[in-house]
């Protein structure tokens, strides 16, 4: 498979704190994208990377991508209670339409 | 501003029934794909359509097939329901990448299947 991992599988902080968390993928890539997922909802899309970027930032989120070691990392800095949600990554390789996401990654931020 | 929108929202079968679902966007995107959803595994594409009149297969598409007649109707399949396929669908769609590549997805709130 190529479907990605996040890391950690699950995370709990205190809001106000940031939260970081992972993603590592298999080949090599066009971009990859960020979704959160609140319980019961679809996805919602949050920022996207191309291969050719090292860093993005949109609002508190900060994403990087290391193509040389295949992993991204988000960040959420300043959380917030209503951050609550699961996180994927989602990848496109060089060739094809086709997405892949990782497991996702649970964050808990307490109020 | 309906974006994505997936019915039925809740559905169960028994084994070897047929049902269909059906997503409709009015975004006039060009790409729509079909998600699973299973626990520990995250989502797996099923099938995909890079326009109207088209489809393509995904990672998991055995046991399902899918119709895309209008551009903003894509349409999943089961002929004859098994166990296996209890999940939550997503259904998504995304404009035509063009020269700045591949745009984001945007996704329906799923489909929660349930096949006895």
């Known amino acids: 498979s190529q479907q990605g991992e996040e890391d950690p599988q699950a995370l709990s902080i205190q809001e106000g704190e940031n939260a970081t968390m992972n993603c590592s993928y298999k080949?090599?890539?066009?971009?990859l994208q960020w979704y959160r997922q609140n319980s019961g909802r679809g996805l919602v899309h949050l920022i996207l990377?191309?291969?050719?970027?090292r860093e993005k930032h949109s609002g508190r989120l900060r994403v990087t991508l290391d193509t040389s070691k295949k992993s991204s990392s988000l960040l959420i800095t300043a959380s917030r209670a209503a951050d609550t949600a699961s996180y994927f990554c989602?990848?496109?390789?060089?060739?094809?339409?086709?997405?892949?996401f990782g497991t996702g990654t649970s964050l808990t931020v307490i109020p | 501003n309906a974006g994505v929108t997936q019915t039925p929202k809740f559905r169960v079968l028994k084994t070897g029934q047929s049902m269909t679902l059906l997503c409709a966007q009015d975004?006039?995107?060009?790409?729509m794909y079909w998600y699973r959803q299973d626990p520990g595994m995250g989502l797996r594409l099923i099938h995909y359509?890079?326009?109207?009149?088209?489809?393509a297969k995904g990672e998991v598409p055995d046991g399902y097939n899918v119709s895309r007649l209008k551009k903003q109707n894509f349409l999943l399949g089961l002929e004859s329901a098994a166990p296996s396929q209890t999940s939550v669908y997503f259904c998504?769609?995304?404009?035509?990448?063009?020269?700045?590549?591949?745009?984001?997805?945007?996704f329906g709130d799923g489909t929660r299947l349930s096949i006895l």
């Open positions: 998504a769609s995304s404009q035509y990448p063009g020269t700045s590549g591949h745009q984001p997805q945007h």
């Open positions: 080949t090599s890539i066009n971009n």
């Open positions: 990377i191309r291969s050719n970027e």
């Open positions: 989602a990848t496109l390789p060089n060739t094809g339409n086709q997405f892949y």
């Open positions: 975004m006039n995107h060009e790409y």
């Open positions: 359509s890079v326009g109207e009149g088209t489809t």
